[in-house]
């Protein structure tokens, strides 16, 4: 085995000890304030606050209105299109086409409409993340201040930590107690 070899399987072995001492060892209170390092796990954070769980419901049913919505459109336009093609055999066949033609670009018209509706909605997650984010970031500098911390990092960066270090839930009170659902916050 090659030094570097062998170097790595004592880093690997040494962090399997550490991983499986901190599952189950609690470190000292005072763990955060050593490290210096807290972490947050921020998709947790917005999920499980009220903030994201009403903005979760909203979104929902923001989704199953649109749905909604086109099973009308379409039940409508369906109807007129079977209407229209009833007509073409008593129409004279320019008179026919003007109709058939206008009926396109309204269908046209409103798939486009639609599909700006769905984009709408795509795009309303990362921007109530956003200003999630922007509302409880004095609220996150609390926590991590009282804990002592200098920095606080995103848990799916973190290869190996102890529970102590991570603020998450801590967070999500501090906010729900102040904020609650957040709705009637500025953005």
Known sequence: MSGRAALLAILFAAASTIG???????????????????????????????????????????????????????AALSAEEK??????ATLPTDEFRKLAEDFDKRVTGIRQAQADKVREIQARPEEERTRFLEATRPIIGEVMTSRGAAAIVDIRAVFLSVRSVDV?????????????DGEGIAP
């Open 83 to 88: 209407d229209l093609t009833e007509k073409r």
């Open 168 to 180: 998450t839930d801590e967070v999500i009170a501090a906010i729900d107690a102040r904020l609650g």
């Open 20 to 74: 499986a001492a901190a599952q189950e060892v609690s470190p000292p209170a005072d763990a955060v304030r050593q490290s210096g390092i807290v972490t947050l796990d921020v998709e947790r954070l917005f999920s499980e606050s009220l903030w994201g769980k009403r903005f979760a419901a909203e979104l929902e049913e923001a989704s199953r209105a649109l749905q909604a919505e086109n099973r009308k459109i379409e």
